[in-house]
């Protein structure tokens, strides 16, 4: 049995871990250890085949694979260890010879029960998806209820289509994302039901994946029965008050095989608790002092299973901060007192900021045309170059541009006047892959292509089946869909 004292292990080998593991390293900590309970590092980037990742840490738009491989490059680059198929049990402060170790138990097929010990420990353990129990809609369980996340993984993954008719209920990133993303793969989605008045995704996400479909968005609204015995073959929505109860008489039923419920995620917090860590009921997650150092000292939390973030750069970001709090607690273990007291302060400023954001959904809808009196309209849109979703102002007469407005960005600019002259969009998707242990591997246009060129898109690589090996970078289809552009793998297969 492994029972060897670490200085650091890091519980989560997603972007967060892995982060969190290269800033122990920059500050001087080599005695590491990334425990993963995965078969493969990268966390749940590896099913985010869509783009939008690293705008801010790379200054490039990459998708959620490609994001992963370049971290991962960097910690086998860096040589810290890692163990994958290892599922972490139980974590425990135990004192010898007067200092605090964190023994930790972790299970897995190639290593056994493993009894570890170390100085400090990082959890990055990234958050899940809340299930249907959750919810209490009445009707029975039958089959087509899936999460969204976990039909992303069926998609994006397995290769596989959980259904043909779809109904989304909830409105956050995954749930848009997903209405994009089953649309692209053949299947309707009728409609998306939000129960809140505004949508709970970026506005990004809502023009890129709604509007672009002409997938509906009914806000105030939700599902009240799932109708089927042993597949799902319908539901009823209907509209809510403002104290979020179904009206009587807006009850509207829809056809559909498939509800895919996102409805919202929660920092994956087991391990925390088990621990008799603090925990936040703003966040869901530990509280941290201002080190991200949670109540139990020596342990410190990153990323998602914080709290739930938006965007991979500001997880990497915190994460290097958590691993350079987490190497001055290591540099002076010992050192310190040992007793384990709670000298976390709800008030720090990562609380005083989740209290703040939960106050302030907003719920702005643009998308506004006005003619005005010289004959020019103007559009208000909201930008999708980022997740800052500036509301952009463009004016058009006679087919040219005359004034852009509201834009923080260059970029800005430029999508602004593309949307409303010659809309382009990256597409995003995956394709078939023989040889390998890998059924699908994921794509992306490596620039974005008409608008209107999407479905020639998709029509050009449906059926497409390629043979391993494939890496990252490897260019699909030299000119898809006649646009001049080139479909390249996203996400790597190995031959069998
Ligand atoms: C559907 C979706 C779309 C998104 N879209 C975007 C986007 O467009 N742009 C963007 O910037 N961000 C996006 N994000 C956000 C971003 O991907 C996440 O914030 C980020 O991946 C979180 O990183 P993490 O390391 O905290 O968690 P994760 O990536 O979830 O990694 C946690 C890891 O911990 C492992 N683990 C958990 N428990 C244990 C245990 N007990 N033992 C061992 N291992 C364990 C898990 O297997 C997992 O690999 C999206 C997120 C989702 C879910």
Redesign the pocket.
């Known amino acids: 049995m492994n029972e060897r004292i670490y200085d650091a292990i890091i519980?989560?080998?997603?972007?967060?871990?892995l982060a969190a593991a290269l800033s122990l390293k920059d500050n001087n900590i080599t005695d590491i250890l990334i425990?993963?309970?995965?078969k493969e590092l990268g966390?749940?980037?590896n099913q985010?085949i869509?783009n939008?990742?690293g705008l801010h840490t790379f200054n490039e738009e990459l998708t959620?694979p490609e994001y992963a491989a370049r971290y991962i490059k960097m910690t086998e680059e860096a040589g810290i260890p890692y163990q994958l198929n290892?599922?972490?049990m139980d974590i425990q402060p135990v004192e010898e010879n007067g200092k605090v170790f964190k023994a930790v138990t972790a299970m897995s097929a190639t290593y056994g029960m493993q009894m570890l010990k170390a100085k400090a420990v990082l959890l990055?353990?990234?958050?899940r998806e809340k299930p249907r129990g959750a919810l209490n809609i009445p009707g029975y369980r039958p089959a087509g209820i899936y999460s969204a996340?976990t039909a992303?993984k069926f998609v994006n993954i397995d290769g596989l289509m959980p259904g043909k008719e779809v109904v989304i209920l909830g409105s956050g990133?995954?749930g848009l994302?997903m209405a994009r993303r089953m649309t692209l793969e053949g299947a309707k989605v009728k409609l998306v039901a939000e129960i809140m008045p505004y949508s709970g995704g970026l506005k990004r996400n809502i023009v890129q994946c709604l509007d672009d479909f002409h997938i509906p968005l009914l806000l105030s609204h939700t599902v009240i029965r799932i109708l089927g015995e042993k597949r799902v073959e319908g539901v009823v929505i209907a509209k809510v008050d403002d104290n979020l109860k179904p009206i009587p008489g807006t009850e509207e039923e829809i056809k559909c095989d498939t509800l895919l419920l996102s409805v919202g995620l929660i920092p994956?917090n087991e391990?925390s608790r088990n621990m008799g860590i603090e925990m936040s009921a703003a966040t869901r997650g530990a509280v941290v002092d201002d080190y991200l150092q949670t109540s139990c000292p020596g342990v410190f939390a990153c990323?998602?299973?914080l709290h739930v973030?938006?965007?991979?750069?500001n997880?990497s970001k915190e994460a290097v901060t958590a691993g350079k709090n987490a190497a001055d607690y290591i540099h002076s273990f010992g050192d310190q007192d040992t007793t384990l007291t709670n000298a976390v302060d709800p008030d720090t400023p990562l609380m005083k900021k989740f209290a703040a954001r939960n106050a302030t959904k907003n719920g702005v809808n643009p998308n506004d045309i006005i003619t005005n009196a010289d004959g020019s309209m103007t559009y208000t849109l909201p930008c999708i170059n980022c997740p800052a979703g500036c509301i952009v102002q463009v004016t058009l007469k006679d087919g040219v541009v005359t004034d852009v407005s509201g834009n923080t960005c260059d970029r800005g600019e430029t999508y602004a006047r593309n949307e409303v002259t010659a809309p382009v969009r990256i597409v995003t998707s995956s394709v078939k892959v023989s040889g390998s242990d890998k059924p699908v591997v994921s794509v992306k246009t490596k620039d974005a292509i008409p608008k209107g060129k999407i479905d020639a898109c998709i029509d050009a690589i449906r059926d497409l089946t390629i043979p391993a090996p494939v890496s990252i970078g490897d260019v699909i289809i030299p000119n898809v869909a006649d646009t001049g552009i080139e479909l390249i793998a996203t996400s790597p297969a190995s031959a069998l």
Do not use: K, S, Y
């Open positions: 519980v989560g080998g997603g972007p967060a871990g425990l993963e309970r995965d966390g749940i980037l985010c869509h939008g990742f959620g290892t599922m972490v990055a353990m990234g958050c996340g992303q990133d995954i994302i994956e391990l990323g998602n299973v973030h938006d965007l991979v750069d997880v």
